[in-house]
């Protein structure tokens, strides 16, 4: 039962994101409670019926949810330590994109103060909250997201994907770097293009269309990484490094530099020499990750 006085939840952090989130809790008619270090950024939200409360101990205890989305983890930690004494029952859902060790130091000290705390990646960007496009990923204790879900599911689907309080991030920082590989791929052929003059515009549509007959590949070459069985394909890593290392040399006498293709050919010229020339893409992995991975069994 809603204690008088209390908000359905606070939001800490007024960026892009943090208004985000508190304008569609506010058209969901949740009773909202706000704060920033600026507090002039909550006005507007004011006006659509939000409460700013004046620092951030009496922010957290007015609401038993506390969602908070700032710069980093640090700004995260500064702000709660000169509230540590109100943390104490409250649910902390950081929404701060962050990394593995900083998730599980900043979920160990919540806990240490008393606190309960999820993790969460909002996987859209400011705009698109509360859309049917967003989704959320959470991780940390079962029973205390599924005390909050409701609330939760009004930001986007939520997407719970286990108790390890690190995960959420992990699987952020994984589809964030997808996206960026694929725009570094753009910039590069965009770059390419402008070199002798071609509009981007004209050749876009053939780069999407590309673009998504390979992503048609991805279910079957996930299966092969998280199986660990290869196949040897007709285009294997030593023809995709000759490929590469054809763009390389193209680049230069375009006068484009080769920052953002360098290392994909590196990565495929390693597998060439490592035994993995032979292999389809879904053996690269192996190269990349510094402990031995753990292989699921055949299906």
């Not at 965009?190 to 590309?210: C, G, K, Q």
């Amino acid at each position: 039962m809603e204690k008088a006085g209390m908000s359905d939840v606070t939001i800490v952090g007024l960026g892009a994101m943090g208004t985000a989130l508190a304008e569609t809790l506010l058209a969901q008619r949740l009773k909202v409670n706000v704060w920033n270090r600026s507090p002039e950024k909550a006005k507007p939200l004011i006006v659509k019926g939000a409460n700013l409360s004046v620092d951030i101990a009496s922010a957290i205890s007015t609401s038993e949810l506390v969602l908070i989305s700032v710069l980093d983890y640090q700004a995260v930690k500064e702000i709660l330590e000169s509230a540590t004494e109100a943390l104490a029952g409250r649910t902390i859902v950081n929404l701060t994109n962050g990394t593995p060790s900083q998730v599980r130091d900043m979920a160990a000290w919540v806990e240490k103060c008393g606190g309960k705390y999820l993790d969460g990646g909002v996987m859209v960007t400011p705009e698109l909250v509360g859309g049917p496009e967003a989704f959320v990923f959470y991780s940390g204790s079962l029973a205390v997201y599924k005390q909050h879900q409701k609330v939760l599911a009004m930001l986007g689907n939520p997407v719970y994907v286990g108790e390890n309080f690190a995960l959420a991030a992990i699987y952020d920082l994984a589809l964030l770097s997808s996206m960026f590989g694929m725009f570094a791929g753009y910039i590069h052929a965009a770059a390419l293009l402008r070199s002798e003059n071609i509009p981007v515009t004209d050749v876009t549509p053939m780069i999407m269309s590309m673009l998504k007959a390979m992503i048609e590949l991805f279910p079957q070459t996930a299966q092969e990484i998280d199986t660990g069985v290869y196949p040897q394909p007709s285009s294997n890593n030593t023809m995709m490094a000759a490929g590469l290392k054809n763009i390389l040399d193209a680049s230069r006498e375009q006068g484009v530099q080769e920052d953002l293709i360098q290392p994909i050919w590196k990565l495929f010229q390693r597998a060439s020499t490592s035994g993995l020339g032979n292999k389809d893409i879904s053996a690269l992995p192996l190269l990349l990750l510094r402990a031995k991975p753990i292989i699921s069994p055949p299906q």
